[in-house]
Structure formats: structure tokens, C-alpha cells
């Protein structure tokens, strides 16, 4: 199983890290649609940045789910995996920005491809490291990903007005 389960790992890796970059550019490529814009940024706030990380993730876990099914932690491994990847990027952005005084494209893409791998690279581990799966923490971890996911569709419309949802471009807030 772990060889199976590398391979669809990595793959997935490979599949968020081109679907997240392709994502990137939808919104604006589909005319500012509303609807693609729950599922991608919208503007260049690192809140919306992390949808790049978490929709095709959250994508490529249920296609998965019918591969791996009898993984009895599954969505608590992926769960935790994505909430690993979201906060890295978080920290890493904050860290770099507030050390260096400014913000880079380049380590802004550093981090997306990074936080893909802790994702992948975390699932991974818990997966293969824990055999322990419960029906309640695997309902738990599906609500986790819907509220994660109402997250983003709520604060796309109505984001708090803080910086982690600033565009730091034009100083605007979501839609």
C-alpha cells in the first residue's frame, strides 16, 4: 500500500501544483466571474492565495478517497495535510515580508509550492504512520473541509478588514 500510496501523492502534488498556478489566472481570464471567484483569488491578498492551495487540494481528495478508500485515516490525514500546507504559507509570507520589508513574486511562489508539499508530504505521513481511523474523526475532518471551504466563499464577499485579507496592490478588500 505505501508505494500505491506514494505514487498518488506525488501525483497529486503534481496536479495541485498546476492546477493552483492555472487558478491563479481564472478569475481575471473568465471576466471577474463570480462564481469562479469563490474557487479562486480574486485579488492578491494572501487569504485568497491560499485558494490556489486548497481547492484543487480539496479536488484531488475526494478523487483519491475512490483509490485509497480503505485507508481507515484518510480524511484525517488529508485534513490535517491541508491545514499544514495553509498555515505555512501564512507564516512563511508573514515571516519574509516582515523580515525583509517588502514582498517577493518569487518567494510568493516559493511558498505555494511549498505549503503543496507539506500538504502532501503530511497526509502522507499521518496516513502511513497512524492506522487508527474512527467514523466520527472521519465525519469531523469532512466538516472541517466544508467550514474551511464556507470560509472562503463567505470572506470572498465580506472579508474582515485585516490585512491578511488586504490586496496589498490596491489596498482592496475581496469582490
Not at 462564481?35 to 491560499?50: A, K, M, R, T, Y
Amino acid at each position: 500500500m505505501n508505494k500505491k500510496q506514494f505514487r498518488y501523492e506525488v501525483l497529486g502534488f503534481i496536479f495541485v501544483s498546476i492546477t493552483g498556478t492555472l487558478n491563479h489566472f481564472l478569475f481575471e481570464w473568465l471576466n471577474s466571474s463570480t462564481v469562479i471567484g469563490l474557487f479562486c483569488p480574486v485579488n492578491e491578498s494572501v487569504w485568497e492565495h491560499l485558494k490556489l492551495l486548497f481547492f484543487p487540494y480539496l479536488l484531488w481528495t475526494a478523487a483519491e478517497f475512490f483509490w485509497l478508500q480503505k485507508q481507515p485515516n484518510y480524511f484525517q490525514s488529508k485534513i490535517n495535510g491541508i491545514i499544514s500546507g495553509l498555515i505555512f504559507i501564512v507564516a512563511f509570507f508573514y515571516t519574509y515580508s516582515g523580515i525583509t520589508g517588502t514582498t517577493s513574486t518569487f518567494m510568493d511562489i516559493l511558498s505555494f509550492f511549498t505549503g503543496t508539499a507539506i500538504s502532501f508530504a503530511g497526509s502522507y505521513e499521518f496516513m502511513r504512520n497512524s492506522r487508527l481511523g474512527s467514523k466520527a474523526g472521519k465525519n469531523i475532518s469532512i466538516l472541517l473541509f466544508l467550514f474551511i471551504a464556507s470560509l472562503f466563499f463567505l470572506f470572498t464577499f465580506l472579508p474582515p478588514l485585516i490585512p491578511l485579507f488586504e490586496d496589498p496592490h490596491s489596498f482592496t478588500f475581496g469582490i
